[in-house]
């Protein structure tokens, strides 16, 4: 099985922690939070990473380097320009494609968020229900909410403090839920991304939601889970979630 690692934004909201390095290399407990998310990768059987770059992309380079890709086999996506996270797994699709006699899904894995969400299980929610994607998604605060109807299949979203509310599939109930940074994804998707340039992938799912393509939810509220885009939840992570990851790896 492979994975991708998104790591190429500028990472603007953990300056300045991020005015010498880019945010894969800003570092938690003594770890950097992309060796944090490989570890995790490779507790999960996973030995195949791409990883996107763009931010001090050098600095990932050597990096990966130095530490003989920790023993897996890493490729990495280096963006001239940031092509956000639908752009940048449609550039990196050769990776996935490579090997055509093979059918697995794969994982794709924010580096700024850091989780003790079970990724086998959630590989194995997604194959037992032949889902196109699935969703990691928690019951939490968040701006920026993903609606899913009666059947946890994706259809809308709502963002904002005075919420904007867009459904792109019919349904008599939804619920917002907070994404998680975490996607198994088949890899029929790569061929269905008709977006061109720099865009997000939600935008991809929403309109293959809309198409009636399973994209579903995986509830992960038994897990713990930190978003580390801001320095003050570095530090906090430091003591607490991080402890429980590095726990499981």
């Known amino acids: 099985m492979k994975a991708m690692v998104l790591a190429a934004g500028l990472g603007t909201r953990l300056r ?24 995790r990768l490779r507790a999960c059987g996973i030995r195949e990473v ?31 320009t940031l092509l956000d996270t639908g752009g940048g797994l449609k550039k990196a699709a050769w990776f996935f494609l490579e090997d055509s006699h093979h059918n697995e899904p794969f994982i794709l894995h924010n580096v700024d968020v850091i989780s003790t969400i079970d990724l086998g299980r959630m590989v194995q ?10 969703l990691a998604v928690q019951n939490r605060e968040t701006a920026r909410n993903l609606l899913f109807d009666e059947q946890h299949q994706l259809c809308g979203r709502r963002t904002g403090r005075d919420p904007n509310t867009e459904i792109v599939r019919p349904a008599q109930q939804t619920q917002a839920l907070a994404f998680s940074g975490v996607h198994v994804i088949s890899r029929q998707l790569l061929k269905m991304m008709t977006e061109e340039g720099n865009f997000s992938i939600i935008d991809c799912y929403l309109r ?32 607490d979630v991080v402890q429980k990851v590095l726990l499981l790896q």
């Open 208 to 239: 293959l939601a809309a198409q009636g393509e399973k994209v579903l939810a995986f509830r992960a509220d038994e897990y713990d889970w930190r978003d580390l885009g801001k320095p003050e939840n570095v530090k906090q992570a430091t003591k």
């Open 16 to 39: 300045p922690l991020t005015d010498d390095r880019p945010k894969a290399l800003v570092q938690v407990a003594g770890r950097t939070l992309l060796e944090i998310t490989l570890a």
């Open 125 to 134: 929610f997604h194959t037992e229900n032949q889902v196109l994607v699935t």
């Open 50 to 80: 791409i990883v996107n770059v763009h931010h001090f992309a050098h600095m990932v380079l050597e990096y990966l380097k130095t530490h003989d890709d920790f023993g897996m086999r890493i490729e990495v996506s280096q963006e001239e």
